[in-house]
């Protein structure tokens, strides 16, 4: 079951940007939880950290987007945004939406996050 919804995917060229944006599913019920975040998985790779954002507003970078990728929440609750800016090709990937309350040691893993959006592709061609 959905529970988050993404947005704002696309192709782009080296050194473009992209917005993605991410939101509760119509009609659904989510609960409190203390961080919102970013991952990405790339065809044959397993899932990995982007960027997590805490209800006080803290934020947290994998080492490869420092710098050129910004996550911030939106004025709705349970909305967050990433703008990602000079991107290369490595970031070529799908970008998952996750929310819940993790552990501090599962902070930076997927299985600290309990709500999933469906994905959104980002494609960054050289």
């Known amino acids: 079951q959905v529970q988050l919804v993404e947005s704002g995917g696309g192709s782009v060229q080296a050194g473009g940007s992209l917005r993605l944006s991410c939101g509760a599913a119509a009609w659904t019920y989510l609960p409190n939880f203390n961080y919102m975040g970013w991952f990405r998985q790339a065809p044959g790779k397993e899932r990995e950290f982007v960027a997590t954002i805490s209800t006080d507003g803290t934020t947290n970078y994998a080492d490869s987007v420092k710098g050129r990728f910004t996550i911030s929440r939106g004025n709705t609750k349970n909305t967050v945004f990433l703008q990602m800016n000079s991107l290369k090709p490595e970031d070529t990937a799908m970008y998952y939406c996750?929310?819940?309350?993790?552990?501090?040691?599962?902070?930076?893993?997927?299985?600290?996050?309990?709500?999933w959006g469906q994905g959104t592709q980002v494609t960054v061609s050289s």
């Open positions: 996750a929310a819940g309350s993790p552990h501090e040691n599962n902070r930076y893993s997927s299985y600290g996050y309990n709500y």
